[in-house]
């Protein structure tokens, strides 16, 4: 029987490091964006779970990812306080707690079933890694339609690292980025190796081989000539506006747009507060625009069907009006509408209260031929959700519209989380992305994640670029899910597996038994 594995760091350390753990790995993201704290961070939090009891582990992965949330998603509290910020992180604490507990486990019962080196520093780090990836799977689309916000591979959209999206896709990097690290642990944990130099050798040579992988080429097929218009209104939920001023700062923005030839311009979410389809005014506004610059027009605005709300994307044709239209897929729960809402208004009456308007998610496709040139859209919360690029890929897309309204978060962080997200997305697709928000930052990035051009937040204005279009699919567009799916699967499985040799072995049910009483 392997000896059970030993905590390297008592329960008051591992405490303290799990906290530390999640304002580290927040760092890794933007506004900070130093990418190479995600290592750091991961290395933290499985550092902290090797050797724990089940209750060790749980308490310290809770701690870890309330320490995380609460700094990577306090822009929740801007205008909506305190309840729902550190209710989302609580309850993403405890999946993350959760996933912990089956990191624990892996660390405790791999290595006893496969007692050999290659066993601890071959298979144990990958089961670590998918596990890891599992857990973020499960958030990502669960419950509600899940929370993606603050996986770890989104914290290197500027990284060397970030290429590597373009093969894997986004839980793919994340896959690599945790088995890096926990790699590198096993190495350092390894008694067998007892060169010292080999002990950092290897993971150098597994960063060398990561980095060595060449960015997935481009296959470039044409331009196409885009506006973006950033008006700058005051277009957040509990902004004091008059109805139409959200159009009328996006009219006024495009207006120096006359006399440039452009093939299309883009409108942010909500880009009019005023639908074009029942409201005469903002149908003309729309027409005389197209009219003066000879381009037809993709807004957000919010559209009535059948007493159902839409947060849709029009194409607006000038003097043809709508021809094409996108409902947001993913509207965000608790912020766009309320699931089960007779279960929780109870808990917060008021709060709850304030969300008076449902949003509908939408059963369209996520394309819109615009003369000739095939453009996915992505409407905010979208962005996030792996499944809708692939099929907007799947579908034709040459291009990404990812439209967006971040009044409602000021200037806090959430404005470059989003953006880095929409980076990865590039890479990922090999799609340029044009990313416009009715407050900014917008910018238009090219396929292989670059800046093209950039308006700064709060400030009106459009920027005009002859934008690469794209053809061709990406490893992570052909087989994304695909892998997620495989490296979970891989992870969970082998812990049944051992699970279940385990069990046969009599001492090895009584030291399961003191874990789980926490002995």
Not at 455 to 460: F, K, L, R, T, V
Not at 464 to 471: E, G, H, I, N
Request: with cysteine; glycine share 10%.
């Amino acid at each position: 029987m392997t000896a059970p594995t030993r905590p390297p760091v008592p329960l008051l350390a591992a405490v303290i490091l799990a906290a530390a753990s999640g304002p580290v790995l927040d760092a890794a993201f933007p506004d900070l964006g130093i990418w190479p704290l995600a290592f750091v961070g991961i290395g933290l939090i499985l550092v902290v779970l090797i050797g724990r009891s089940a209750w060790g582990a749980l308490l310290t992965g809770f701690i870890a990812g309330v320490s995380f949330y609460l700094v990577h998603v306090s822009w929740v509290s801007l205008y909506l306080g305190p309840v729902p910020w550190i209710a989302l992180s609580v309850l993403e604490s405890i999946f993350f707690a959760l996933g912990a507990l089956l990191i624990t486990l892996a660390f405790r019962w791999i290595p006893r079933v496969w007692s050999t080196p290659l066993g601890r520093v071959g298979l144990l780090p990958l089961v670590v890694a998918g596990l890891w990836t599992a857990r973020e799977a499960l958030v990502s689309t669960w419950p509600y339609g899940g929370f993606a916000w603050g996986r770890v591979a989104l914290s290197q959209s500027e990284s060397p690292f970030a290429p590597l999206v373009a093969w894997v896709g986004v839980s793919g990097l994340s896959f690599l980025l945790v088995w890096l690290v926990a790699f590198l642990l096993q190495f350092l944990r390894e008694p067998k190796v007892s060169v010292p130099s080999l002990r950092l050798l290897a993971p150098a040579a597994a960063v060398a081989v990561m980095l060595a992988l060449p960015a997935w080429p481009i296959v470039e097929r044409g331009t196409s000539t885009i506006a973006a218009v950033q008006g700058n209104a005051k277009a957040g939920y509990f902004d004091d506006r008059e109805p139409g001023d959200i159009l009328s700062a996006q009219a006024s923005a495009t207006l120096p747009l006359v006399g440039t030839p452009v093939d299309m311009i883009v409108w942010p979410e909500n880009g009019t507060d005023l639908d074009p389809v029942t409201v005469p005014q903002a149908a003309s506004v729309l027409d005389y625009l197209g009219a003066q610059t000879g381009a037809p027009i993709l807004t957000g605005t919010i559209m009535e069907r059948d007493g159902r709300f839409y947060n849709t994307s029009l194409l607006w044709e000038p003097g043809m009006g709508p021809t094409d239209y996108y409902d947001k897929r993913h509207p965000v729960p608790f912020g766009e509408y309320v699931p089960d809402r007779e279960i929780w208004e109870p808990f917060a009456p008021d709060l709850i209260g304030l969300i008076a308007r449902e949003y509908t998610p939408g059963t369209r496709d996520n394309v819109f031929d615009v003369n000739g040139v095939i453009a996915g859209l992505s409407i905010c919360f979208d962005i996030v959700d792996d499944a809708l690029t692939r099929e907007a890929v799947d579908r034709g897309a040459q291009v990404i519209i990812a439209q967006t309204n971040n009044a409602d978060f000021g200037r806090t962080d959430e404005n470059q989380q989003q953006l880095a997200i929409a980076r990865l997305r590039a890479i990922e697709a090999s799609r340029s992305i044009v990313n416009v928000s009715t407050v900014g930052t917008s910018q238009m990035i090219g396929p292989n994640g670059a800046t093209l051009t950039e308006i700064p937040a709060y400030e009106p204005g459009h920027m005009v670029f002859d934008v690469p279009l794209a053809t061709g699919k990406t490893p992570a567009m052909t087989a994304g899910g695909q892998i997620e799916t495989l490296v979970s699967f891989f992870g969970l499985s082998a812990l049944l597996v051992a699970l279940f040799v385990g069990t046969k072995n009599g001492r090895q049910r009584e030291a399961d038994a003191r874990f789980m009483d926490g002995s």
